[in-house]
Structures are given as C-alpha cells and as structure tokens.
C-alpha cells in the first residue's frame, strides 16, 4: 500500500525558510514522479515542483522558480521541497504526490496518490 507522509510544515517569517520532507513507501516502480502540490484556503491545489525518479529532472512553477529547489534522496526514499525566501502569499497545505509514470507534470489530476498534508504558514 502506497504511503506518503509529509512534514516539516511550521510558522516562518517573511524571507525566511523551511525544508519540506516526503517519506515514500510501499510500492515498487520502476518509474515514477513525486510532486509537491498546495492548497490555500479558497483556492484550487496547485503544482509547485516535481521530480522523476528515471533521470532526476525537475518542473517548477513560475511562483516558486528561483526559491524552491526540489530534491530525491534515493537511500531514504525521500522528496524534499526546499523553500527560502518565503512570501505570506507561500501560505498554504502542501501536499507530496505520486504519479506513476516517468513523464513530469505539476497537473494534479495525473497523480494517484496522496499524503495528507503539512501546513506552511509565512506571516510575521
């Protein structure tokens, strides 16, 4: 049974940084694509940035591009999503996703599975 499980969500400044962290677990593919997605209050879930286990390439969002770098440890099994310099509107749940399939996509509608969400909260 597939298994994400985000954390490293937390309270930070403006400017600031945090480093996200997803444990994946309990599937074995040959391919795959682990993405990091949010979601504000009111808003629609959003891709951010992604990462294919075939050739380690990433896709990041206009929004996040230049701040947020993206990473696979392949020992742990895990993605992790480093933020820095952090804006109030970086507020939101973020979610780590898996799509089975080697073909980067920030569509949330192409992954198939979920974890549950770690809440990032950017205000002074």
């Known amino acids: 049974q597939v298994q994400l499980v985000e954390s490293g969500g937390g309270l930070v400044q403006p400017g600031g940084s945090l480093r996200l962290s997803c444990a994946a677990s309990g599937f074995t593919l040959d391919y795959y694509v682990i993405g990091w997605f949010r979601q504000a209050p009111g808003k629609e879930r959003e891709g951010v940035s992604c990462?294919?286990?075939?050739?380690?390439?990433?896709s990041e969002s206009d929004s996040v591009k230049g701040r947020f770098t993206i990473s696979r440890d392949t020992a742990k099994n895990t993605v992790s999503l480093q933020m820095n310099s952090l804006k109030p509107e970086d507020t939101a749940v973020y979610y780590c996703?898996?799509?089975?399939?080697?073909?980067?996509?920030?569509?949330?509608?192409?992954?198939?599975?979920w974890g549950q969400g770690t809440q990032v909260t950017i205000s002074s």
């Open positions: 990462i294919s286990s075939s050739d380690d390439r990433t």
């Open positions: 996703a898996l799509r089975r399939s080697p073909w980067r996509t920030l569509r949330a509608n192409a992954y198939d599975y």
